[in-house]
């Protein structure tokens, strides 16, 4: 016999890891030789702070197998063949990955691996279910939430599979994780100009025990409420597991048992889980939806361009647009690289809506600084929000900040947290735009870029004219 290799990606845990199982029985006495790969092509566009907690998660995980694991830099498929080659490994184990990018590297993976007589064997996923599962009748792919999420719950109860015995082996590491994020954020678009890259809070405790003691307190506590509550910006409502689930530290499966079936909190929680789900499915069935709208209609809507466009991008990313709860929102993320789910329908639907700026714009900056930034929920959570995704949510529902204030803000709790330049100013006049400043006060706090009931009508203009060129089209 000899090692196995463990190939890890978004699974960056040792419980509930089915594929660590594989390679446990590959390896046999010989053992499983754990190896994590700095790859520039992910690398490079992700911004730093992510790959910060990337980098905080592989050190716990380091620590958890007794400092075995081997850090490798370059091309996955040339690093991997090399490592095989001089361990005399042939089995290699991965948990698959769908999204576009990591389906066509692990295929040259596969078939540079196989030159060398190395096999890739896959097994399990970052979901509960693999994307491309859940089908209609006829074998379609599902593109509405419900349906899907009705089959989707039909499926289980899932295995969640103890950690395992592992004979760790060690093998020569050529990387560090100084390099690792020394590597990130080369791709650094234009649009970003000078705004801030670092965050300035806190990063969250990264790796699998953090995971589990996040799981734990929520399933004792705020789960109970988690139905009800989950929308008001300011309570801690919501389980804050993004960031583990992103890089797997946490695996959905133990998630759901953690959850239960009783409760309307747990039955929530778990339609949740069933988004992130959905959405990795329909990137798996649309790849091209990264770049495009999944209703060809709205490739003709008319986006605002040009320096001008990009100077209230920036406003919009700094926080300062003068609209209390989207200046919020927008500092949430600059302050804690989150921001609570509604929050960001509302910076989403704001940028899009009464800025007239491509989604794809913010998607990417929300990409750049999320720590759970994540291809398939990022995307599809913008389509949504611009009206162009998936499901029902039509271009003219516009999110509007004031009555999203008034009833998920209703005291200014999460304003005044994030926009300390209106704690002097009450509910309701601070969830106005302009937050109630006297404007011959010389607060700092900005007047309103845009007029929202213009704006507003503005945006259902470009619809029709979109319509319009949609039905013109050949
Ligand atoms: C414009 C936009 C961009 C988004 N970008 C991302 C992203 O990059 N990464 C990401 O993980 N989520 C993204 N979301 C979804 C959602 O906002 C976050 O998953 C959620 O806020 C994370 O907080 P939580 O863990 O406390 O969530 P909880 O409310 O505790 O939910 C539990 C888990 O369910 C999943 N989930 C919850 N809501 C959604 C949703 N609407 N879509 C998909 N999955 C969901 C997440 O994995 C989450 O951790 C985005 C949503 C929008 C509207």
Redesign the pocket.
Known sequence: MAPSIMWFRRDLRLADHPALHDAVRAGGRDGVIPVFILDDALLAPSGPTRARFLAACLAELERSMDAALVLRSGDPARELATLAAEVGASTVVISDDFAPQGRRRDQVVAEHLAEAGVELVRRSSPYAVDPGTVRGDKGNAIKVFSAFWRRWEAIGPHVVLPVPAVRWRAAPSTATLDDLVARAGRLRPALFGDLPDEMEGALPAAGERAALLALEH?VEGPIEG?AND?DVFALPA?????PH??FGTLH?RT?LRAAGGGGKGAAK?SS??C??E??ADVLFHNPQSVREPLQAQFRHLPWDEGPAAEAAFRTWALGRTGIPLVDAAMRQLLIDG????RA??L??SFLVKHLHLDWRW??RW??WR?V????A??T???Q??AGCGTDAAPFYRIFSPIAQAERFDPNADYIHTYVPELSGISAPAVLQPGGGVDLLSQASYPVPMVDLKAERAEALRRLDVAKAANQAAP
């Open positions: 929520f988690y989950r919501t389980s804050r597991l993004s689930l992103r959905p998630a929680f949740e889980l988004w992130r959905f959405y989150w921001m609570h789910n960001r329908m910076a989403a913010g998607a929300f990409m999320l759970d930034g994540d291809l929920s990022n599809h959570g913008w949504w929000t």
